[in-house]
């Protein structure tokens, strides 16, 4: 059974992505998943298996604070990501867009969080 054209199409994108981007402890992974209504943002140390900071329009800080466009809220991932990483002492990432392409609400993650101070 087939789970759909464009979902086989970004899950080939996705892995070939990911056999390129490997996070790090000293430059984890930026993953970013896009859903219909939500964003959700994650920076993965891939070598020990763990995620170390995490962000997304449903989670309590971000929620509330921003309405309207949801690049806008996805922006307000990226920064809120950003701040997480920054009190772990996390300053670099690679990005890992998901196999989605790099704009929109994608795209206003990455500038979110540089804006927050990650570097890429």
Do not use: W
């Amino acid at each position: 059974m087939s789970i759909g054209k464009r979902l086989e199409g970004r899950e080939r994108r996705k892995i070939r992505i990911r056999k390129k981007v490997v996070g790090t402890s000293e430059r984890p992974r930026l993953n970013v998943f896009r859903s219909a209504k939500h964003i959700y943002a994650q920076v993965i140390d891939d070598i020990k298996g763990v995620t170390v900071a995490a962000a997304s329009t449903v989670q309590k800080g971000v929620k509330g604070t921003v309405t309207g466009k949801k690049v806008d809220q996805a922006k307000a991932v990226g920064k809120a990501l950003a701040e997480a990483c920054k009190s772990k002492n996390i300053e670099a990432v690679v990005f890992d867009r998901g196999g989605f392409r790099y704009h929109g609400r994608v795209k206003a993650v990455a500038e979110g969080a540089r804006e927050g101070g990650l570097k890429f």
